[in-house]
């Protein structure tokens, strides 16, 4: 099971379609909400690269982007192994 991480904020729009796309394809993630914590907003910040806004998506701790970059993962057909390698590479 991939590790998937989604920082984000109640009132965020593409925060709602990345959740919804995760959802669809029945893949469990953590959302951190950074309108809640000001120190994960940092973390976020940091792990990013400088991105301050949301969301921004990590699979298996790799950085992703926002919405935007999951859904062009998605319509280029790599969104689903990006899910699945590394489970696959722990068994290999």
Not at 5 to 11: A, M, Q
Not at 29 to 40: G, K, L, N, S, T
Request: charged share 25%; glycine share 6%.
């Amino acid at each position: 099971m991939p590790k998937v991480e989604i920082y984000t904020t109640p009132t965020c729009s593409y925060c709602l379609r990345a959740k919804a796309l995760l959802d669809r394809k029945k893949v469990s993630y953590v959302e951190i909400r950074v309108d809640q914590d000001p120190q994960q907003r940092a973390i976020m910040i940091q792990r990013s690269g400088g991105q301050r806004t949301v969301p921004q998506i990590f699979i298996n701790d790799q950085w992703i982007g926002g919405f935007d970059e999951l859904w062009s993962l998605e319509q280029q057909h790599q969104l689903d192994s990006k899910l699945t390698s590394s489970t696959e590479k722990k068994h290999g």
